[in-house]
């Protein structure tokens, strides 16, 4: 008896997760054109050795797997990226936005940390996309990234840092008001 | 809840919308597998490398996965029916350990000119700039033509009028010599994990690392310290 898995055709999968995959990378990477260039770099290999990855538990956590290792393994025309046109990065869009377009300070709010996290590199990114963003435990996220639970919280702490949302950065509203 | 876990959940899911049409990356997917595939090709008659047997059952799979033509479609992915195209390519109901080795396809028609264009670094994008530029149709059914017609330019030495995406010359470019030793290291059947564990066995400081040397190693008809 064939497993149900064993039936899902790349096509099928494609068809299925390739919006959940592309959001991902959008969120991974913080740059569309690399996010695209991400999940068609690991498609195009994925349906090359379909068989194999379609045998796997979970195709869809391998494939989410390889657009990982992908990004953080890009190196081609990684410096051709990094020399856009104006506007045409996230962040120059969400810069141009100048966080006025939407009056909503939640929104402005997100903006603005989106810009910021540009500023991080690839790993502290990863970290905080697998911890906030799949909502992943740092174990699994140490598994992931091939090193140690405390190396993954050191990136988070560090990246944290850098957005200034450590505690210690953090609006302390509450502290106020109590006092 | 952690107010800096909100801020960092809104701000990944408020950009979520930025993701790149799906229709428009799975049509690049599948331009990309055909490079694949006549890379691979193109390694294995250069360097006389021995394909993997799943490499060979995945790409003789490539004709029932790809997907339908253009009416068929209408610009929208699809999904295919339950039974593929090609019956005779149909994975064994036992579900082997290692796949049996089938029949390689037809060869494609005009391959050395895909594989000119290909391997000069062209991709679709460029075939799709080169289809404006010499008054060509973009449709997906005839971007095929423009990459025939620039491979055989290429062949003839001629220069196209368009510059390759995938530009050997750029700065921080993979090297060509790199890039065959990590395409030789996925054509064998090794993916990442397999790159991690050589890795560590070999001291490399990261997996990419060991996808180059693994990769020179295969080239040189020599065999990996571990099964794909």
């Known amino acids: 008896m064939r497993g149900v898995l064993w039936d899902v055709t790349f096509e099928q999968f494609a068809v299925a997760r390739l919006p959940s995959l592309l959001r991902y990378a959008v969120v991974l990477t913080g740059d569309r054109d690399l996010a695209q260039d991400v999940v068609q770099e690991v498609l195009a290999r994925a349906q090359v050795k379909w068989r194999r990855i379609s045998d796997a538990d979970s195709p869809e956590a391998y494939v989410r797997r390889m657009v990982l290792n992908e990004y953080l393994s890009w190196r081609r025309s990684w410096a051709v990226r990094n020399v856009h046109a104006v506007g045409e990065r996230l962040v120059d869009i969400d810069d141009a936005r100048g966080g006025v377009r939407d009056p909503a300070q939640g929104v402005v709010d997100a903006d603005a940390l989106w810009n910021r996290l540009a500023t991080l590199g690839r790993k502290q990114r990863a970290v905080l996309v697998l911890r906030y963003y799949e909502q992943m435990e740092d174990s699994a996220i140490a598994d992931l990234l091939n090193c140690s639970p405390a190396t993954v919280r050191s990136h988070a702490s560090r990246a944290l840092k850098t957005l200034r949302l450590s505690p210690e950065f953090a609006p302390r509203v509450h502290a106020k008001e109590a006092s | ?228």
């Open chain 2, 1 to 228: 809840m952690n107010h800096n876990e909100d801020r960092l959940r809104e701000a990944f899911e408020s950009h979520e919308h930025l993701a790149p049409d799906s229709a428009a990356v799975y049509a690049r997917v599948q331009e990309l597998s055909k490079a694949y595939v006549w890379r691979r090709r193109g390694a294995q008659a250069a360097g006389g490398i021995v394909l993997g047997a799943g490499l060979i059952a995945g790409v003789a799979n490539l004709p029932a996965i790809l997907p339908a033509g253009p009416a068929d479609n209408s610009g929208a992915m699809v999904a295919p029916a339950a039974a593929p195209a090609v019956p005779s390519v149909e994975p064994s109901p036992s579900r082997p350990a290692k796949p049996p080795i089938e029949r390689s396809p037809e060869p494609y028609p005009n391959q050395k000119q895909y594989d000119a264009y290909f391997n000069a670094g062209y991709d679709y994008d460029d075939a799709l700039k080169l289809a404006k530029k010499w008054k060509m149709s973009t449709a997906d059914d005839n971007i095929g033509d423009v990459k025939v017609r620039a491979g055989q330019w290429l062949i003839d030495g001629k220069k196209l009028p368009v510059r390759p995406s995938n530009d050997p010359d750029d700065v921080d470019i993979v090297t060509p010599k790199e890039e065959q030793q990590v395409n030789a290291f996925f054509e064998a059947g090794y993916d990442y994990d397999d790159a991690v564990k050589l890795a560590k066995m070999w001291k490399k400081p990261t997996p990419y690392e060991a996808k180059i040397a693994g990769g020179k190693k295969i080239l040189a008809g020599e065999t990996l310290p571990i099964r794909p």
